[in-house]
């Protein structure tokens, strides 16, 4: 345990966090919605400064397909989200501190982390798997020695960040994928206690940083797979973010609480694709459908092959941000 940053007095002992958007007022000895901060005697405290996972994945894992793709990225978590979505598949990661259990994990400083990341050949360090918001300041003082050791930065994330948080991380982080669960007020309330506006606000605000930004929808069916709501979140992307960044619409399988629905049949996530496309996007993936043609990259002025994909392995691949077949400049980061 250790005390928390961003957060101030708002009432006697009671504390206001100002971590992510749901602003949490903490009275003493409570927790906030996430269940990782604590107010202790007037003073906010985080729980979740250990690592309760850690891996060396593919970049393409998170996924990002236009940044440093083919490269590793330590991946690590630490226990707790500040969402709670019925349909979570990392739920024994992310859910528990919600309950009111205290998050587990190994004592792994950012030293070590930004060592394990260089001794097994990685490019960059991604805070992910659960919600790295709710472990702010284990990300931040990981952040910072990882550029200073010439590693780059990726935060996978439901982008619920408070304004505050964003702007703290704004200098750290290099690139980003944030998950656009729906279009749907109602959806964000109903299944995942949380909001959908300040997640829409983040998106503008990550890409007015520069950071380089991918985008996930989980297609879920009878929840957020009509055409008209797909439609929108595609024109969102397109109109706010640019024809350029890249969307992932990815097949549901029944996980956690949502077992009352089959997966999303490949034809809609197809269709997915075809709307994504229609708004004018440039790069529109189809995800967890391992061997779908979806998967690769194709250049968007002339239809060639860039980057071959078939699960997290790479077949034919550019070296760099040009097509061969007509010079036309393909958006990402590759080198
Ligand atoms: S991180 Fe978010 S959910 Fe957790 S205490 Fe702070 S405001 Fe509440």
Same mark, same amino acid.
């Given at each position: ?7 101030? /007095?708002? $009432? #006697?002992?009671?504390?206001? *966090? ?5 602003? *949490?007022? %903490? ?11 604590? #107010? ?5 405290? /985080? ?30 978590? @630490? ?42 050949? *990685? ?9 790295? /918001? ?15 050791? !010439? ?34 007020? $109602? ?18 605000? %990550?890409?007015?940083? +520069?950071?380089?930004?991918? &985008? ?5 069916? $009878? ?19 640019? &024809?350029?960044?890249?969307?992932? &619409? ?18 809609? %996530? ?16 189809? !995800? ?10 194709? *250049? ?19 070296? +760099? ?6 010079? @036309?400049?393909?958006? +990402?980061?590759?080198?």
């Amino acid at each position: 345990m250790r005390q928390a940053s961003l957060w101030t /007095t708002s $009432d #006697n002992q009671t504390v206001l *966090c100002q971590l992510c958007s749901h602003f *949490c007022h %903490i009275d003493p000895g409570g927790r906030g919605r996430c269940g990782v901060r604590i #107010n202790r005697d007037g003073t906010l405290f /985080t729980l979740a400064d250990t690592v309760a996972a850690i891996h060396s994945d593919p970049v393409e894992k998170k996924p990002l397909f236009h940044f440093l793709p083919g490269t590793k990225t330590m991946s690590f978590a @630490a226990m707790g989200c500040n969402f709670a979505c019925s349909w979570c598949q990392n739920a024994p990661l992310s859910q528990l501190p919600r309950q009111g259990s205290s998050p587990q994990g190994q004592c792994i400083r950012p030293e070590k982390i930004v060592q394990m990341a260089l001794s097994e050949g *990685c490019d960059s360090i991604s805070y992910t798997y659960s919600e790295p /918001t709710i472990f702010f300041e284990l990300m931040e003082d990981t952040a910072k020695l990882a550029h200073e050791a !010439g590693l780059k930065n990726i935060m996978v994330s439901n982008g619920f960040q408070s304004p505050q948080c964003l702007h703290r991380l704004g200098p750290l982080m290099d690139a980003a994928n944030i998950d656009l669960k729906a279009f749907a007020e $109602d959806t964000y309330e109903q299944h995942c206690e949380a909001r959908l506006k300040p997640v829409l606000q983040n998106l503008k605000r %990550i890409k007015a940083f +520069g950071w380089w930004l991918e &985008v996930t929808t989980l297609v879920i069916p $009878d929840l957020n797979d009509s055409p008209e709501e797909l439609g929108d979140i595609a024109h969102f992307i397109a109109e706010s973010l640019g &024809v350029e960044t890249p969307w992932h &619409v990815s097949r549901f399988h029944p996980d956690y609480q949502m077992s009352d629905r089959g997966p999303t049949p490949t034809s809609r %996530i197809e269709q997915a694709v075809e709307i994504g496309k229609n708004a004018g996007l440039q790069f529109v993936y189809a !995800g967890n459908i391992a061997g779908h043609m979806s998967e690769s990259t194709f *250049c968007p002025n002339c239809g060639e092959m860039l980057i071959e994909r078939r699960g997290y392995t790479l077949g034919k691949h550019i070296p +760099g941000a040009v097509c061969p077949g007509c010079g @036309a400049a393909v958006a +990402g980061v590759f080198a």
